[in-house]
């Protein structure tokens, strides 16, 4: 039997679809999956997350648009 984890799926920050943590799209709307820092390029999947954890420079936000 498969026992897949589901453990490592990531959100994505448009359509809220569940994707694998290792997709770097959405795989129903096409959207990123990570925020980029805009100063070093730290990728982070945390929809949490305001800062790069890197450098500390603030993420762009990614508007939830209705
Ligand atoms: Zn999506
Ligand atoms: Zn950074």
Redesign the pocket.
């Known amino acids: 039997m498969d026992t897949k984890q589901a453990g490592s799926l990531i959100r994505?920050f448009?359509?809220?679809?569940y994707n694998e943590g290792n997709s770097k799209y959405?795989l129903?709307?096409?959207?990123k999956l990570h925020k980029e820092c805009v100063d070093c390029g730290t990728k982070s999947a945390d929809h949490l997350a305001l800062h790069c954890t890197e450098c500390g420079a603030k993420f762009e936000v990614i508007a939830d648009r209705k």
């Open positions: 994505c448009g359509c809220k679809a959405c129903l709307c096409g959207s």
